[in-house]
T-cell receptor, first 116, second 117 residues
Framework: DGGITQSPKYLFRKEGQNVTLSCEQN?????MYWYRQDPGQGLRLIYY???????QKGDIAECYSVSREKKESFPLTVTSAQKNPTAFYLC???????????????FGNGTRLTVT | AQTVTQSQPEMSVQEAETVTLSCTYD???????LFWYKQPPSRQMILVIR??????QNATENRFSVNFQKAAKSFSLKISDSQLGDAAMYFC??????????????FGQGTRLTINP
């Protein structure tokens, strides 16, 4: 899993409920990211965080929220206001400081969220 | 804003043959990185190959190689001797080169590759 764990693998919720997706990394890396994947649209950036207690909006942040209270954890909340929350959500971490600048992102195994 | 376009939603190839997946991108930056990721049915994102824009030489990783045309903003992936395990979604991705800061990736829409036995 590249040092990054997402849970659960499948998540089901009723409309009108907030839901929180977990993302944990055990390699003490600074930057973490949340992407949403929909069929035919690739991956789109929701939020990212470079350091504890700081995070930035990505391209589709509306109706999502995040927190970064600890370096190893970056949970994503899909609020009930999100019109189309059903999707596959991927969390990623950057390579550690000191690695080559061309280092890739490392992804977790994802969470499939279904809202009915 | 940077954009990445993969114009082939689906491709198929016979096992042991060669296939090329297309990717174009739009950027005003001169220094950046390009990546190909593979997503098999398990949905794990796996790095296939990467290219630095400042390098003229095309990257190669075993059966995988790229044709990087910087002026044309084109970054195609060639898979030689295709194997059944190559069946997956393939995503092209772009990232600005930054000494510090977030490594934000911009992804294309993906190409689903099928390998016919």
């Amino acid at each position: 899993d590249g040092g990054i764990t997402q849970s659960p693998k499948y998540l089901f919720r009723k409309e009108g409920q907030n839901v929180t997706l977990s993302c944990e990394q055990n390699l003490n890396h600074d930057a973490m990211y949340w992407y949403r994947q929909d069929p035919g649209q690739g991956l789109r950036l929701i939020y990212y965080s470079q350091i504890v207690n700081d995070f930035q909006k990505g391209d589709i942040a509306e109706c999502y929220s995040v927190s970064r209270e600890k370096k190893e954890s970056f949970p994503l909340t899909v609020t009930s206001a999100q019109k189309n929350p059903t999707a596959f959500y991927l969390c990623a971490r950057s390579s550690p400081s000191g690695t080559p600048d061309n280092s890739p992102l490392h992804f977790g195994n994802g969470t499939r969220l279904t809202v009915t | 804003a940077q954009t990445v376009t993969q114009s082939q939603p689906e491709m198929s190839v016979q096992e042991a043959e060669t296939v090329t997946l297309s990717c174009t991108y739009d950027t005003s930056e001169s220094d950046y990185y390009l990546f190909w990721y593979k997503q098999p049915p398990s949905r794990q994102m796996i790095l296939v190959i990467r290219q630095e824009a400042y390098k003229q030489q095309n990257a190669t990783e075993n059966r995988f190689s790229v044709n990087f045309q910087k002026a044309a903003k084109s970054f195609s992936l060639k898979i030689s001797d295709s194997q059944l395990g190559d069946a997956a979604m393939y995503f092209c991705a772009y990232r600005r080169r930054m000494i510090q800061g977030a490594q934000k990736l911009v992804f294309g829409q993906g190409t689903r590759l099928t390998i016919n036995p």
